[in-house]
């Protein structure tokens, strides 16, 4: 995995090749800063270390107290006996705070703002007899010119970390000044490993075997990118991620804006079509309305033929014939005719009308009499002595009797 350097100056680099075999290490910060900006421990501290921060300012710690809950963190400065101090803070460039009054005034000469605060100071050996229980794998001192202070309170007879890092340049300068101090750490047998522009490095020599590990700066072997342009590049991916769902976002829109303007092109036809429709339901509608008209028009004049037909002297004249001519054709169907005889020839009413017609007609009388001639056969025939004239004697006895009964009549009226 590789690995995210936090520090200023890679100094996490070389103290995680020398040190990152070691598990669940332990670390004491001195000048701690901020938990995460320019952190030589950040990195340490997300692989399983623990440790001390030290950083007198209050607003600084607090981070500390949130982002490293795992860690003893400490409002102090770190001196050469308890007490306290006046701390001069540049409150415009973070880390720039110093205990030096020389470095305050420094800053001041370049046009700096400088705030002056009293803070408590305790000694390492203090806090170290308070929360060492073990091993100190590194110690890291960043005090902007008061590291000689610090290391008078340490006790490095009874504490003995493996490495240390100690900043050795006068504040914002590449002037070294471990001259002031270096002494206070070479004579607790602590041998000088490396300074990479910034720090000096020491190991103590029950671990001169770490000494290698500090013999060149760190490099592309070390796998370390640092956290900034990790971040960058997180960043980089989160936006590309970022572009490439909105680019997938506005294909789906453009998909269904496409979609939208299709379905409107159809809805669009379909209203067309359906317009076209309705004008074809009109035209036909405005046509059966005046068929319809014309219909009436024809029913009524038709209505009024009819009625004037029908009060016509003609069509009053005609009505026998008509009568008359209906009669000939049902008489044409077969068996009707012997059913009418029958029925003719049993009503009596229809006899006396019948009779005195054929009597002025002799054909229309034989034909008729033919016919009765031939279906007498399943008419009764009671035995009556009518006079008759020969031509009628072919007629059925109930015509006889038609006959009797109007001469009968005809006697008594005079006739």
């Known amino acids: 995995m590789r690995f995210i350097s936090y520090s200023q100056n890679n100094e996490d680099v070389l103290l995680w090749r020398a040190l990152g075999h070691v598990r669940d290490g332990f670390y004491i910060d001195v000048g701690a800063n901020d938990p995460v900006e320019h952190s030589v421990t950040k990195a340490f501290y997300d692989a399983g270390w623990r440790g001390i921060n030290i950083e007198p300012l209050p607003a600084h710690i607090a981070a500390f107290d949130e982002q490293r809950p795992g860690d003893v963190n400490l409002a102090v400065a770190a001196g050469s006996a308890a007490g306290s101090l006046t701390l001069y803070d540049v409150p415009d460039v973070r880390g720039w705070a110093s205990p030096d009054r020389s470095v305050a005034d420094l800053h001041r000469a370049e046009g700096h703002t400088v705030a002056e605060l009293t803070v408590p100071v305790r000694t390492l050996a203090d806090v170290c007899a308070e929360f060492v229980h073990g091993e100190i794998h590194f110690l890291k001192i960043d005090v902007e010119g008061f590291e000689g202070e610090v290391l008078r309170g340490m006790d490095f007879e009874r504490w003995r970390p493996w490495v240390l890092v100690i900043e050795a340049t006068l504040p914002n300068s590449r002037e ?3 001259g002031s ?3 206070l750490v070479t004579a607790h047998r602590y041998r000088y490993a490396w300074f990479d522009g910034l720090n000096r490095y020491y190991v103590a020599e029950e671990h001169t075997d770490l000494l290698a590990s500090f013999g060149i700066q760190p490099n592309v072997f070390d796998d370390y990118i640092s ?9 980089n991916r989160a936006a590309t991620q970022s572009v490439r769902e909105m ?17 409107a092109d159809n809805l669009e036809q379909e209203k067309q079509d359906a317009l076209a429709e309705i004008a074809q339901l009109r035209h036909d509608l405005a046509q059966a309305h005046a068929n319809g008209q014309q219909a009436t028009l024809w029913a009524r004049d038709l209505e009024e033929r009819l009625t004037a037909t029908y009060n016509s002297t003609s069509w009053k004249v005609t009505r ?6 209906a009669l000939v054709i049902r008489l044409r169907r077969p068996g009707l005719a012997r059913r009418l005889l029958v029925r003719v020839t049993r009503n009596q009413r229809i006899r006396r009308t019948l009779i005195p017609f054929l009597l002025r007609h002799p054909a229309l009388n034989r034909h008729v009499s033919g016919m009765l001639q031939a279906v007498k056969g399943s008419l009764p025939q009671p035995v009556v002595n009518i006079d008759v004239p020969e031509e009628l004697k072919g007629l059925p006895v109930s015509v006889r009797n038609v006959l009797a009964d109007l001469q009968r009549a005809r006697k008594h009226t005079g006739g």
Do not use: V
Request: net charge negative.
């Open 176 to 178: 070294t000044n471990h």
């Open 181 to 183: 101090w270096e002494h």
């Open 227 to 235: 956290y900034h342009l990790d971040r960058a590049w997180t960043a």
């Open 247 to 263: 680019e997938e976002q506005a294909d789906a829109a453009r998909a269904e804006l496409h979609d939208m303007m299709q379905f």
């Open 320 to 325: 026998p014939l008509r009568m008359a001519g």
